[in-house]
């Protein structure tokens, strides 16, 4: 790992953010923060974090439809908090600023969000997705970082190893680290140490039953597999996170589309069993 302290501010925790819901704090890292297409001179920010940490926000309200002639469920998305810091003397918190957020993406069962930073400033440091093809060369030992906001504090780092590459948990991939992680750590960062590339996103914590109490386990986190990161974002078509010849408004055009296209085949399917039911009674 670099002796450079600065690279380790910047890279391991300035891009690292507390986030808020209606019901609980948790974390997140700016991963993306470039010029708006748009609208010159003006950015586009956006946060990875937990589905869980923001899960309160999203709510669901049955509602009427003509076509399918039933009640569905239509979504609401209440706005997130982010809360971005700023440093002085390398490593002292001077002050931070609290900005809404939209939740642009999300998938339950990856337990992954998007967050977009309601604000057109640019933010100057920003985590760097370890690239795909670089994932098989993970291996046990290497040295990470795990940073959030663990119990609601302030972002910091804890240092240790990678101590298992490919743990499945509920029919989900996870990378294990022996890095002290708590409640709050969640949808943070897990950094690899020589590069500072982010390799995860801490998960899940360890517990065991001890009397009427649980033990948590700290130093056995577990952080979203790289696999899945790239899965969630090619699956919301959020391709542009990653890849620049790709762009937000593309993005959420193919997002639209493809929302539309599955409301069609849902329609066309009550058509067709409509007709089948006439020609039964026929």
């Not at 240790?160 to 294990?176: A, P, S």
């Not at 969640?186 to 995860?200: M, N, R, V």
């Amino acid at each position: 790992m670099k002796d450079d302290i600065k690279w380790k501010h910047e890279t391991f925790l300035y891009p690292v953010v507390r986030v808020f819901s209606s019901s609980a704090a948790g974390s997140g890292t700016i991963i993306y923060s470039e010029p708006d297409p748009k609208n010159e001179g003006e950015y586009l920010t956006f946060v990875l974090t937990n589905h869980h940490v923001i899960e309160s926000l999203i709510k669901y309200k049955k509602e009427w439809d003509s076509l399918l002639k039933k009640d569905i469920d239509k979504e609401f998305k209440d706005k997130a908090k982010v809360e971005h810091f700023q440093y002085v003397r390398t490593s002292t918190v001077d002050s931070s600023n609290r900005f809404d957020a939209d939740i642009i993406a999300y998938d339950k069962n990856q337990d992954l969000a998007i967050l977009k930073i309601d604000s057109p400033r640019k933010f100057e440091t920003i985590a760097k997705l370890i690239p795909k093809d670089k994932i098989k060369d993970l291996r046990l030992f290497m040295e990470v970082v795990v940073s959030g906001c663990s119990l609601a504090h302030e972002p910091f780092c804890n240092f240790g190893q990678l101590t298992y590459l490919k743990e499945i948990i509920d029919q989900r991939k996870y990378v294990m680290v022996n890095c002290s992680s708590i409640f709050g750590n969640s949808g943070g960062a897990l950094f690899l140490g020589d590069t500072g590339e982010l390799i995860g996103v801490p998960s899940r914590i360890t517990g065991i039953q001890v009397g009427f109490g649980v033990d948590i386990i700290t130093w056995m986190g577990f952080s979203a597999h790289p696999e899945r990161l790239y899965e969630f974002m090619e699956d919301q078509e959020l391709k542009f996170l990653y890849d620049s010849e790709d762009n937000y408004y593309k993005a959420m055009d193919r997002r639209k589309n493809k929302k539309k296209e599955a409301l069609l085949a849902m329609k066309a399917e009550v058509v067709k069993q409509e007709a089948s039911s006439i020609i039964s009674d026929d």
